[in-house]
C-alpha cells in the first residue's frame, strides 16, 4: 500500500509538504503542487481520510440524534438529511433515543469521545441544554429548541395547529379530539399545534378533548388502544386530530367498527409521511416540509462545522394542508400555505 | 482539559502504561494498574475515543448499506441493528444507495478512505463481489449473497414464498398475481419467493401473472400505479401477492373501486413491516423476522471486527404467516412457521 512518504520521495519532497498539498492549508510552490499530485495519481496513493482529518481535526461524520428511526417521520428525516449530507461529502451516525434520557445520556457520552464534527439534534427528551454545549461542537435543534444559542429548524406548527382546527370546522364538526396538547414535557415547537388547535376550535364554539401522546411506533398497539379509548369514551365524537399514525390507528378503528368516515366522523392526520398514502380513504393531512427541514438542518450544520457564521436563529419552515377524503371543507379560496419566517440571530 | 500524560504524571507512570490501562493489552501489575484507574477517575479523565482506536486500529463505527433508509422494511431493520450495535458499543454509519450503482460504488469509495470496522450489506445493487473484498474489513451481506466467502444472513423466503401460495390456494384463489420474479437482475436470495410462489400456484392448477417490482418507495405512486395496471390487465384477478407496500397499495385501489376483499380478491403481504397493522382489512402478511436478521448480522460482524472465526457461512431466519382478513384459508393445523437453517462453512 502506498504511503504519503512513498508520494513524498516520489516527488521530491518532504512528507509535510505532501500533507499541505493534500489539505489545501499552507503555501505549496504551483510547480512543487504540480509535482505532488502527479506522484499521487502515479502512485494511485489514496490518502488515508482518518489521518487527514485528524490533521484537519475532522472526522467528516455528522451525528443524527433521533427517538426512533423505525418511525416513519423519523425515517423519511433521516433518509432525506443522509442523502444531503451525503452530496457534501458527509456520512451519517444515526442514534436512536428511543424517548429515553438513559440512551440521550449514553450518546452524549459516546459523541464526546468519539470525533463527530457536528450533532443534527432531533430527540424528544430533555437532558439540559448545558450538557450539548459541552460537547464543544456545532449543534442544530431539529424541531427540538435546545438552548438561545443553538439555531432550531422546525416546520410551522402554529400555522399547522390553526390550518387542522380551521379544516375539521369547515367540515362541521361540533365535538372534536386530538392526540397532544397534554402531558408534554419536552420544549418541542411541535406541542404549539395542539394549544394552537384547541384555542381555534374553542373560539369557534366547539368541544375539545385532548388525549396524552405516547409515540413508540415499535408498540404499534398503542395507536390502536389510544384510538379504542377514545371512541369509548366520546362516542359521539366528530372529529380527529393527530399525528398520520394516531390518524391513521383512528380511521382503522372506525371502518372496522362500522363509523364511516367522513360521513360519521372526519380526521385530519399531521406529519404527512408517505403511509398516509396507501390509506383508503384518502387522508385529509397536514403536511411537514420533510425535505426542507433536511436540506435547512444539513446546511446550518455543514456551515458551522466549516467555521462559518450563520445569521439564522430559527428557520420556520411552511406547512401545506393536502386534503383527502376523511374530511368535506371545500372552500377553494383559502390559504393552503403559510409562509414560515426566519429569525435572525440577535448581534 | 486532562490529558492522557496528566494522568500519567499523577499516577507516577509513564503514559504507555496508561494506555495499557486503558486498552486492556499488554501486562501492568494489579497495583499499578488500580493506581491508574484512581487518577482516572479523581482527574475525571475521558480518554479521546479516536486516539484510542488509532490505538487499535478501530472506529467503533459500523456502516449499514441499504437502499433506501425511508421505506418501512429498511427502516425498522436498520433501527434494530443500531439498538444492537448500540449495546455493543457501537455506533452507525448508514449509506442510502437508492438502487443506483454509483451510489454504492461512491459510498464504498468513501468507506475505503473511511476508518469503519465492518459493513452490513444490504443494498439491491450489483457490484462485482471483489470490490468488497478489496475493502480488506469484515462484510457480511444482510438478504444478499455477494461471494462465497462472505456470510449472509437472510429470511426462509422459499418457505416464505410457499406460505403465502399456500395461504391463496387454501382461499380458494384461481387466477393470481404476484409482484416480482420478473427482471430480477440480483442475486438476492428475496427473489426465490417469486419462483417458489409461481411453481407452487401452478402445481395446483392456477393462473400466476408476475409483475415486476420497482421498489422505490420515494415515488409511492409506483405502487399505486403497479395495482392499478394490474386491475386494469387482470380485471378477474383473485389472489395477490406482494410486499407490504404492493399489498397495501393493492388492497387501497380494490376498497376504493368497489371490488371486496376478500370475498372478489385475496390478498397475501410480504415483509411484515408496522404499516400494515394500520390497514383495514387487516392484512395477512408473511412477516420477515426483522429483530432476528438485525441480532444476527450484528452478531456476526462484531466476531469478524474482534477478529474471531465465525463458522456459519449461511444463517437462514425462518418467517412466519399472520393471518389477517385479506385471505379466507383457515386450516387450523397447518405449520405456520419454517424451520430456518444454518449452512456451516466448509473447512
Redesign the interface.
Known amino acids: 500500500m502506498t504511503t504519503i512518504q512513498d508520494v513524498a520521495k516520489h516527488a521530491g519532497v518532504g512528507a509535510a509538504t505532501v500533507s499541505r498539498v493534500l489539505s489545501g492549508n499552507g503555501y505549496v510552490k504551483q510547480t512543487t503542487r504540480e509535482r505532488v499530485l502527479r506522484s499521487i495519481e502515479e502512485l494511485n496513493y489514496?490518502?488515508?481520510?482518518?489521518a487527514r482529518n485528524?490533521f484537519h481535526g475532522k472526522?467528516?461524520?455528522v451525528?443524527v440524534i433521533i427517538p426512533?428511526?423505525?418511525?416513519?417521520f423519523f425515517?423519511?428525516m433521516?433518509?432525506?438529511i443522509?442523502?444531503e449530507l451525503?452530496n457534501l461529502g458527509y456520512?451519517?451516525?444515526?442514534?436512536?433515543t428511543?424517548y429515553e434520557k438513559n440512551?440521550e445520556l449514553?450518546?452524549l457520552e459516546?459523541l464526546?469521545?468519539?470525533?463527530v464534527d457536528g450533532i443534527i439534534f432531533g430527540a424528544h427528551t430533555s437532558l439540559a441544554a448545558e450538557m450539548y454545549q459541552e460537547l464543544r461542537r456545532p449543534v442544530i435543534g431539529l424541531d427540538r429548541r435546545l438552548a438561545d444559542t443553538i439555531p432550531l429548524v422546525a416546520a410551522d406548527h402554529v400555522a399547522g395547529g390553526r390550518m387542522a382546527a380551521e379544516e375539521l370546522i369547515r367540515s362541521g364538526c361540533r365535538n372534536v379530539a386530538q392526540f397532544g396538547g397534554v402531558d408534554d414535557n419536552v420544549s418541542t415547537p411541535a406541542r404549539h399545534r395542539h394549544y394552537v388547535f384547541r384555542r381555534v376550535v374553542e373560539e369557534n364554539g366547539l368541544t375539545c378533548h385532548s388525549y396524552p401522546k405516547q409515540p413508540n411506533?415499535?408498540a404499534?398497539n398503542t395507536?390502536?388502544e389510544a384510538a379504542a379509548r377514545l371512541f369509548a369514551e366520546h362516542p359521539d365524537v366528530d372529529g380527529i386530530f393527530g399525528t398520520d399514525?394516531y390518524a391513521?390507528?383512528c380511521?382503522?378503528y372506525a371502518?372496522?367498527h362500522g363509523i364511516r368516515v367522513p360521513q360519521d366522523v372526519k380526521i385530519v392526520a399531521y406529519d404527512g409521511t408517505?403511509?398516509t398514502?396507501?390509506?383508503?380513504?384518502?387522508m385529509t393531512t397536514i403536511c411537514q416540509p420533510i425535505e426542507k427541514l433536511a436540506n435547512e438542518s444539513v446546511r446550518l450544520i455543514t456551515e458551522l462545522i466549516k467555521g462559518n457564521e450563520i445569521s439564522e436563529r430559527e428557520i420556520i419552515l411552511p406547512v401545506r394542508l393536502r386534503r383527502g377524503n376523511t374530511t368535506t371543507g371545500n372552500a377553494a379560496a383559502e390559504s393552503t400555505e403559510a409562509a414560515g419566517t426566519v429569525t435572525q440571530l440577535q448581534q
Chains 1, 2 share one sequence.
Open positions: 489514496t490518502p488515508n481520510e482518518m485528524l472526522s467528516g461524520i451525528a426512533e428511526l423505525a418511525h416513519p425515517s423519511e433521516v433518509s432525506a443522509e442523502v451525503c456520512q451519517t451516525m444515526v442514534c436512536n428511543f440512551y449514553r450518546y459516546m464526546k469521545r468519539q470525533r411506533y415499535s404499534y395507536y390502536q399514525l391513521a390507528a380511521l382503522q371502518l372496522s408517505h403511509m398514502r396507501f390509506l383508503d380513504p384518502d
